[in-house]
Each structure stands twice: as C-alpha cells, then as structure tokens.
C-alpha cells in the first residue's frame, strides 16, 4: 500500500476507495463534510437515507484512530443525524474482516430506521 498527499493535503491511499472520493477521483453523493469529515451516501444502502461518516484522513480501521479526532467524530456524526431529521437509527462501525469491514478506511454506518423497513443487525 502506497500512501501520500491528496490534493486536498490529506494522508491518503493509493489503492483506497474512500481515499479516492475524499480526493475528487471517484464521484460520491456528499451529504456534509467539515474539515476532518466527509458523510456521503451509501452507495448500496441497506435503508433509506444510510449515510457513511468517512475521516478524510486514511485510517485503516479504528484501531487507527486517534483519540484526539474522536470528539470531531462524534459532531459530525450528531450534525448528520440532525441533518437528516431522524430521531430512530443505528450507528455501525464493522471493524476488520470478520466483523464484515469490506472498505479499510475506517467509516461509520448511519442507518435511520422506521418500522417494519426490514433491516436486520448482521443479516
Ligand atoms: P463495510 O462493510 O463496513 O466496509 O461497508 C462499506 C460500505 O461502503 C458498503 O455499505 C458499500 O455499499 C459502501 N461503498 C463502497 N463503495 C462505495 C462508493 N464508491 N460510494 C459509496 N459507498 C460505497
């Protein structure tokens, strides 16, 4: 793996895809973004309105991540939830392989949730 300076100056991975929509590479629809952050749509959500909170900066999974970026973390987490006007939803974080992490850039999952919309933990 191959990492180095973005365009828009952040530590980046060659062969990341997230890495790549932070850097304008690959088209994403953005739903907010801050200076460490960028929320975007999912590309294959699982409900209406599933949202991924990305660290414009690569880490690996969130072993990587850096305590002093957890509060910026959890703003920007609060910001989208209250963008998106939800009050019912899951945040999922899958973490490495085995616990179903498919991209390595660390990433969250905001899913909002209504009843009987057939969304199961784990399936
Ligand atoms: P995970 O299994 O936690 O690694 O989830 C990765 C998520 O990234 C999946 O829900 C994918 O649908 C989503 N995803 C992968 N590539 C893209 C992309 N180019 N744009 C938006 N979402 C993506």
């Known amino acids: 793996m191959v990492y180095k300076f973005g365009v828009v100056g952040y530590f980046m991975s060659d062969d990341c895809v997230f890495c790549k929509i ?7 629809e953005v739903f907010l973004a801050n200076d ?5 749509l999912d590309a294959n ?7 991924l909170v990305i660290p414009k900066r690569h880490y690996d999974n969130f072993l990587d991540f850096p305590l002093e970026v957890y509060e910026k973390f959890l703003v920007t987490v609060k910001d989208a939830v209250e963008k998106l006007g939800v009050k019912d939803f899951n945040l999922i974080l899958n973490n ?9 850039h660390l990433h969250l999952h905001i899913l909002p949730r209504k009843e009987g919309d057939g969304f199961e933990i784990g399936a």
């Open 22 to 28: 932070v850097n304008g590479d690959i088209p994403a």
């Open 36 to 40: 460490d952050f960028i929320v975007i």
């Open 45 to 51: 959500p699982k409900v209406e309105g599933h949202l």
């Open 96 to 104: 490495g392989k085995d616990a179903g992490q498919v991209v390595g």
